[in-house]
């Protein structure tokens, strides 16, 4: 069973309150399994992008299915060494940050990708030959399901141009830097198998300027299906087209190079379930507006990228379907859904939005002065509270009163 039924939902929203987010972890074991066994045989290592879900208990779980985690700031690092992942499993893929974080990742003994030349530079002043790393190149290639979620552009802040490999190639000429992979990463839900050959060819082309490369890695951005009858990306035609390229060209520096991939949503997307409970009703006349007890401070996806989340009453599934607008209770417009056909919807129904696991509770906020949801983790068939909801301490925690 990869889906959660609707009766253990509403038991956990009955259990812990709502609004909360439920992760169900056979559902990520599953996509992991997806992956390791549609790329069986070809040499990969899979690094979990948690900048998805950093939930601690997420991070133990995904190790534990021999996962490696990919981390987007130094403390992801210390949150996936804290989880007892060990530094060798840990990918830092930095991105615009000071020197000083780089230097923290390195005494943490973590894969280091850098992603300017002027922290390339520093590093191999620093460190010169004793502590190889990889790039994070920008390909230019135009990807992903938005431009905001697209990374791999001409326009794009991430990465070194490719255009200015000559800079690199000098700055390891000066330093002795050892640079041991390549990286690209060129957006979010990204369904055409084809821009990861686009992404690998661009690669190749590279690869014998550089003496001792170990891994290529072609980041994260695998879709998954948010709508009913969508198609995510084809992973089995994936590691076809990876392994095609592989026999295409030959490594040229001899040496076996390994295919690293950061997926984040594919892992743990659809895992996820937020639950909400209806406040209020209000009829009028360009819509029926459903009122929740949530926001964009709790799921932003659908107002900051125009996201689709798919809903449904879970308390009223036989109902008959009218139109509905499923708005929060943010003091600013935070529709989630413009009329949507649901089944009947009525005061206290619980409305629950699907593949709300990744970039769902991980982008929440307190604005509004809203409390943080609760997380609450499904495995082996139990629920398990793994993040308790804020309270009103937590608003003035980090306040100093002077007046
Ligand atoms: N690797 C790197 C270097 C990344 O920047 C990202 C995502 C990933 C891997 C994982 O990408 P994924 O497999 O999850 O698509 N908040 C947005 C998505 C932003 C993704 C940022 N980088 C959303 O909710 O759609």
Same mark, same amino acid.
């Given at each position: 069973?990869?889906?959660? #039924? ?17 992760? =169900? ?27 998805? $879900?950093? #939930? ?12 490696n ?10 949150? !996936?060494?804290? !989880? ?6 840990i ?9 000083? +974080? ?15 030349? !002027? ?8 460190y ?17 399901? #938005? $431009? ?5 552009? *001409? %326009? ?13 190639? %000098?700055?390891?000429?000066?330093? *002795? ?34 003496? =001792? ?22 992973? @089995? /035609? ?11 060209? &030959?490594?040229?520096?001899? @040496? ?5 991939? +950061? ?6 997307? +659809?895992?996820?379930?937020f639950?909400?409970q209806? *406040? ?14 949530s926001?964009? *401070?709790? /799921? ?14 879970i ?5 008959p379907?009218? =139109? ?19 089944? +009947? ?5 619980? $409305?629950?939005?699907?593949?709300a ?14 409390? %943080? &949801? ?13 993040? %308790? ?15």
């Amino acid at each position: 069973m990869q889906q959660l #039924n609707n009766l253990t939902l509403i038991s956990i929203a009955t259990q812990y309150g709502t609004p909360v987010y439920v992760y =169900h972890a056979e559902k990520i074991k599953a996509q992991y399994q997806q992956l390791t066994q549609a790329f069986e045989g070809i040499n990969t290592r899979f690094f979990y992008a948690c900048k998805a $879900l950093t #939930n601690v208990n997420i991070l133990k779980y995904i190790g534990s299915l021999g996962c490696n985690i990919d981390c987007s700031s130094i403390n992801e690092v210390k949150l !996936a060494l804290y !989880a007892g992942i060990p530094a060798g499993n840990i990918l830092y893929t930095s991105n615009g940050i000071a020197f000083s +974080e780089i230097e923290e990742a390195a005494e943490a003994g973590v894969h280091i990708n850098i992603d300017s030349i !002027a922290n390339l530079e520093k590093f191999g002043k620093k460190y010169g030959n004793t502590y190889p790393v990889g790039i994070r190149l920008r390909p230019n290639i135009m990807a992903g399901g #938005n $431009l905001k979620i697209s990374t791999g552009h *001409n %326009k794009s802040k991430f990465g070194i141009p490719i255009d200015q490999i000559d800079e690199v190639l %000098k700055v390891i000429n000066q330093t *002795n830097l050892i640079i041991k992979g390549l990286h690209i990463h060129t957006g979010s839900e990204i369904k055409d198998v084809a821009v990861f050959v686009e992404g690998i060819e661009v690669l190749f082309d590279l690869i014998p300027k550089f003496q =001792h490369l170990s891994y290529i890695d072609l980041g994260g951005g695998f879709k998954v299906p948010y709508k009913e009858q969508e198609e995510g990306t084809n992973i @089995q /035609l994936l590691a076809e087209e990876v392994k095609k390229a592989f026999a295409v060209h &030959p490594n040229p520096n001899g @040496q076996p190079l390994t295919v690293w991939f +950061e997926p984040g949503k594919y892992l743990v997307s +659809e895992a996820g379930y937020f639950i909400t409970q209806v *406040n209020v009703m209000k009829p009028t006349s360009a819509t029926t507006f459903v009122s929740v007890n949530s926001g964009f *401070n709790h /799921l932003i996806r659908p107002m900051f990228y125009d996201a689709y989340h798919r809903i449904q009453n879970i308390s009223n599934p036989n109902g008959p379907i009218h =139109h509905y607008s499923v708005v929060g209770y943010i003091c600013e417009t935070d529709t989630f859904a413009w009329n949507r056909p649901l089944n +009947e919807v009525r005061e206290n129904d619980l $409305l629950v939005f699907y593949n709300a696991g990744a970039y769902g509770f991980e982008m929440s906020s307190n604005y509004n002065s809203r409390f %943080k &949801p609760a997380e609450v983790l499904v495995l082996n068939n139990e629920a398990h509270l793994i993040r %308790k909801s804020d309270s009103f301490e937590d608003l003035l925690k980090n306040q100093l009163i002077i007046l």
